[in-house]
């Protein structure tokens, strides 16, 4: 059995409150993002997680490294400018949420692709139809 840790971190984005769940598990994260609309009150955050957690969809899991020893700050700075510069800004679970968003809109355009064709059959055997019955007696 492995052991996993979830953190909720709830926080005002105009003009909605939102709460973002991290979860841990196995050196790998992945995050949930919901918005709460007015500013929940701690009972009302505390039912929502006992109703709705085993309901939330997590994004995919993402890598991440464990805290390192103490180390200079100047190294500090320059090992993260670095990374910045490599992986643009953003935390871990930004990175999570975009990743998930990326992939809810690959469906949503595979599903619109296979809509818009469906329509565009159904349109064309009409058409067809018509093309018979005019003539029909001729």
């Known amino acids: 059995m492995s052991k ?5 971190t709830v926080y005002f ?13 196995n050196g790998e994260l992945s995050a949930c ?3 709460f ?13 006992r109703k709705n957690y085993f309901r939330l969809q997590f994004s995919p899991a993402v890598k991440t490294e464990e805290k390192g020893s103490i ?18 800004i953003g935390t871990k679970s930004q990175q999570a949420l975009k990743l998930q968003y990326e992939q809810n809109k690959q ?6 692709r296979e809509e818009k064709m469906e329509r565009e059959r159904q349109l064309f055997e009409r058409k067809q139809q018509k093309k018979k019955e005019k003539h029909r007696g001729h």
């Open 4 to 8: 996993g840790m979830c953190k909720l």
């Open 13 to 25: 984005e105009e003009p909605f409150w939102v709460g973002v769940f991290e979860r841990f598990e």
């Open 33 to 35: 993002k919901v918005t």
């Open 37 to 49: 609309g007015a500013e929940p009150k701690a009972y009302e955050v505390q039912e929502f997680i």
């Open 71 to 88: 180390m200079n700050p100047k190294r500090r700075m320059r090992e993260a400018k670095r990374k910045v510069l490599e992986t643009g």
């Open 107 to 112: 469906e949503r355009k595979i599903k619109s």
